[in-house]
């Protein structure tokens, strides 16, 4: 089994910057893919971006490509997800995932789940 905790969400002015931690107990996770996800209200899950356990492909969506940057330290158990630029679309909560796949986008196709952190961005 593998635990995620996220911490690091909060409330951010439009065009600043945040970053997200993404903590795994329980088990590594540096055979697993890990993602991030995020949920608005009222919207479905959607994919935010993804990186392999080596930490050398990472793939994004299109609405966060060159503002969000994910990252993983496999010493620490830690995934990261950078964002800049925030807009007030941007604003939801976001999830870590982990997969056993080598490449996921939707939310079936991941294993673990954490409980997720509030991303607010004001105008």
């Known amino acids: 089994q593998v635990q995620l905790e996220e911490s690091g969400g909060g409330l951010v002015q439009a065009g600043g910057s945040l970053r997200l931690s993404c903590a795994a107990s329980?088990?590594?996770?540096?055979?697993?893919?890990m993602g991030w996800f995020r949920q608005a209200p009222g919207k479905e899950r959607e994919f935010v971006a993804m990186?392999?356990?080596?930490?050398?492909?990472?793939y994004y969506a299109d609405s966060v490509k060159g503002r969000f940057t994910i990252s993983r330290d496999n010493a620490k158990n830690t995934v990261y997800l950078t964002l800049n630029s925030l807009k007030p679309e941007d604003t939801a909560v976001y999830y870590c995932?982990?997969?056993?796949?080598?490449?996921?986008?939707?939310?079936?196709?991941?294993?673990?789940w954490g409980q997720g952190t509030q991303v607010t961005v004001s105008s």
């Open positions: 995932a982990a997969t056993s796949r080598r490449y996921a986008t939707i939310p079936a196709e991941y294993d673990y």
């Open positions: 329980g088990r590594t996770v540096s055979s697993y893919a």
């Open positions: 990186i392999r356990w080596s930490g050398l492909s990472t």
